[in-house]
């Protein structure tokens, strides 16, 4: 049975495995044309929250209304955002967060008075960036992003010395990457300086698979090429939903609680879902073409 | 080669139990009461013998193992006026206060692992700190860091952490990190200058900064030394060291007048002015030094101050010197930094919030851990490979924790974030393991696991280099995220990974 469906999978891909290649090429494109407009509205290649742009976020230990203090305060803070947290499992309010571009000693200001009792570290959390250092430091973030991405491209180039498949990782690795922060623009997800730790998680990530994909294509002699891509398929595709589903779970759980960590996993889950087109689809076209015509 | 396989397992059983060793076995194992995390400097407790680190096992009889039980037993003690009689018992003595408040100590339960948590987890307040309209030098924040270390330990404040930092485009800061309960006043704190004064009886003689100081003699061995050490008759050594200070003409004017009509005392170690010269910082007496007798009434710019230290060993006393020397100059030149100081980013987390995030993470830590298990559970549908990922990728995290331990690596969320990078590449690592061991080809089991480490290498470098430059960016707030991840995937791929491999071969034959 299984034979059956491979062998029928193996025709159809021969004949199709080159025009498969414009669905990736399209979705890059269009990324791109996206980017380049986006960067013109916002000067900036996402939404930034007030981790990356500077202000201050307020975490009070006590039961209020998001919604009201958003109400009541939004015209003394600017930029006000507020939201609840809940426990998981009893689903009791545990906390609210707000975040303002305002200093954090004019939030706290603002908030003790209205809410006629002192803020201490007891009741409440207080995260205070200023917005130069803020510009530095995301600045230096893409920097390193940057950095870590030519580095990767050097060890690819090592490992597999030879230009073509080297390209075809990389080219994968860039699509997940530019694919995955698209969508996250389309979805309006401002992003905060845990989201940027996924994005250089998410390098890692997309190579893994790319990477054990090429060398079972160019270091092994058993079997056609097509058996060794579907073989490498199944292994690649149990790594990649594993972590995507664990991801997802995760995302489930620390969600209400922690904006870093559940922006981490959402990023991580986009990424590796684009992984799949760009490994499966992207990668393996670039190389089966590459051993194609190097056996001609 | 059979006993080579059992050496790769044995090791990962080894550095398991060791790395549980490193996490469970604190100090204080199966020992009840409560540890003393502070204790007020010259207060009463503080004088009788109660330290940091102590465990209060009773109070005046009374078992104590937890804070409820050492709140109760202090509670309504103090309210009259009249001094009672409290008795600590430590774990190695017995301490008395006589006592009309509340001794001024802070305890907290006694921690049952080694992991230390980050700020973000486990509360406390951070502050990077640099100066306004200006690029430091690495000096200048070295400077600003022993004179901010020394204000601050003045202030009580003793779980403190200052240290110089600095990003990938060459900008120094100042990093301060305190554990636990946060002062409200921390960002004066940091922010103001410090005061020093130097004072004959009550006359300020000067003041810090550059109006009356103007250099203090610092790493030039012709005006800052260590003059020669000595066995003292006690049996231990000595050293005395000496350094210059240039004042101000107007400061040294001064400083004439004041000492003019003070007496000449002699003594066995020369001869000294009568009253001394107090130094103070922030209004709180740090030092007192002998004057020179030749200073008596003496215009001069240039004084030199020296003093000596005492240690059991010749080196030890050299160190103490040396350590002596560097706190004068640096008390001497605060208060004339030539800059102004800006916060540049300043968090403070309730030590509540952290207790409940650390219940989610495990809870999500371990929900994730079954998912992945379940997809190599239902690919693989055997259930000896699949408990063994499982079981390795567990095995790495503990690993991981227990060199945390090791190295009192803060953990804070951005490593939470670096171990599940590592679990997420391990599950990986292991199912490229199992699907190459399972190919149908002519190659020997061996051989075919030894093409499986080809590829995790592949793997591993790219991510090692890709996590590099995020131990600079951003003044190192993310090293922690680069290090977990880095120690993560190393131990991963030069300690279980081999040993799964061999479990793997094993099972496959």
């Known amino acids: ?296 | 080669m059979k006993l080579k396989l059992g050496f790769k397992i044995w090791l990962v059983i080894i550095i398991v139990l060791l790395s549980l060793i490193s996490i469970f076995i604190t100090p204080n194992f199966l020992k009840k009461g409560v540890v003393i995390e502070s204790v007020e400097a010259n207060s009463t407790a503080f004088e009788q013998g109660l330290r940091q680190g102590q465990v209060i096992t009773a109070i005046d009889g009374e078992t104590i193992e937890n804070l409820e039980d050492f709140t109760n037993a202090l509670q309504g003690k103090y309210s009259s006026n009249t001094s009672v009689k409290t008795i600590f018992t430590t774990l190695d003595s017995e301490i008395i206060l006589y006592t009309n408040e509340v001794p001024e100590i802070t305890v907290s339960e006694i921690s049952k692992t080694n992991i230390k948590l980050g700020l973000d987890l486990a509360g406390g307040a951070r502050a990077l700190v640099k100066a306004e309209d200006r690029k430091l030098s690495s000096e200048e924040v070295s400077d600003l860091v022993d004179i901010t270390r020394n204000r601050l330990n003045e202030f009580g404040l003793t779980d403190l952490s200052v240290r110089p930092v600095s990003d990938l485009e060459g900008n120094h800061f100042m990093l301060i990190e305190i554990a636990g309960a946060t002062p409200s006043d921390l960002e004066e704190m940091i922010s103001q200058q410090g005061k020093f004064e130097a004072k004959i009886l009550n006359d300020t003689v000067f003041i810090g900064g550059e109006r009356d100081i103007a250099s203090v003699c610092r790493n030039d061995a012709t005006c800052a030394l260590i003059e020669g050490c000595q066995q003292s008759q006690e049996g231990g050594y000595y050293c005395n060291f000496r350094f210059s200070v240039y004042l101000s003409e107007a400061a040294a004017e001064r400083h004439a007048e004041i000492t003019k009509d003070l007496e000449v005392n002699s003594t066995s170690q020369g001869n000294y002015l009568s009253e001394k010269l107090d130094l103070y910082v922030d209004d709180n007496l740090i030092d007192s030094l002998l004057i020179g007798e030749s200073l008596k009434g003496r215009v001069t710019t240039q004084i030199s101050i020296s003093g000596s230290s005492s240690g059991e060993t010749q080196d030890a006393a050299y160190d103490e010197a040396q350590k002596e020397m560097h706190k004068l100059q640096t008390i001497l030149i605060t208060g004339s930094l030539p800059y102004k100081l800006e916060i540049t980013k300043l968090d403070t987390i309730s030590p509540d919030l952290g207790e409940d995030f650390v219940k989610f993470i495990i809870f999500a830590g371990i929900a994730a851990l079954l998912v992945a298990s379940l997809v190599v559970f239902v690919r693989y549908k055997k259930f000896k490979p699949s408990l063994m990922v499982i079981l390795f990728s567990f095995s790495e995290v503990v690993i991981i924790l227990g060199i945390a331990s090791l190295i009192q690596w803060n953990l804070d969320l951005a490593s939470i974030a670096g171990i599940l990078a590592t679990i997420g590449t391990g599950f990986d690592d292991q199912i490229v393991i199992l699907d190459e061991a399972k190919q149908k080809t002519i190659l020997s089991l061996k051989q075919r696991l030894k093409r499986a480490f080809a590829i995790i290498m592949g793997a591993y470098f790219t991510a090692v280099v890709s996590l590099i430059p995020l131990l600079w960016a951003g003044a190192g707030l993310f090293k922690g995220f680069a290090i977990t991840t880095i120690i993560g995937i190393s131990v991963g791929v030069f300690i279980t990974r081999p040993a799964f491999s061999q479990i793997i071969r094993r099972i496959e034959k």
């Open chain 1, 1 to 296: 049975m299984e034979e059956q469906i491979e062998s029928q999978k193996k025709n159809w891909h021969d004949k199709n495995y080159k025009i498969l290649l414009v669905i990736p090429a399209i979705l890059i494109v269009f990324s791109l044309i996206y980017m380049g407009i986006f960067y013109q509205n916002n000067e900036d290649i996402f939404y930034k929250d007030i981790s990356l742009t500077g202000g201050t976020t307020l975490t009070i230990q006590d039961k209020l209304d998001a919604n009201k203090l958003l109400e009541d305060l939004s015209d003394k803070l600017e930029d006000l955002n507020t939201r609840e947290i809940y426990d998981l499992i009893t689903g009791e309010q545990k906390a609210v967060v707000l975040e303002t571009k305002a200093n954090s000693t004019q939030t706290k200001e603002i908030l003790e008075n209205y809410l006629e009792y002192e803020l201490t570290d007891e009741n409440s959390s207080i995260e205070f960036t200023s917005s130069i250092f803020s510009e530095n430091f995301y600045k230096q973030l893409l920097i390193a992003i940057l950095i870590a991405f030519v580095f990767m491209a050097i060890v690819v180039f090592i490992i597999f010395r030879t230009l073509v498949p080297s390209a075809a990782v990389i080219i994968s690795a860039f699509a997940d990457i530019l694919m995955t922060l698209v969508l996250a623009d389309i979805l309006g997800l401002k992003m905060s300086l845990g989201g940027i730790i996924a994005f250089l998680m998410l390098i890692g990530y997309s190579v893994d698979t790319d990477i054990m994909l090429t060398t079972r294509i160019l270091k092994r002699s058993e079997g056609s090429v097509n058996e060794r891509i579907f073989g490498a398929f199944k292994t690649g595709i149990t790594m990649t939903l594993t972590s995507l589903l664990a991801f997802a779970v995760a995302l489930i759980i620390v969600s209400s609680f922690s904006k870093i960590l559940s922006q981490i996993f959402t990023i991580l889950v986009i990424g590796l879902g684009f992984d799949i087109l760009n490994t499966w689809i992207t990668n393996v076209s670039i190389i089966k073409w590459y051993v194609n015509k190097k056996r001609k």
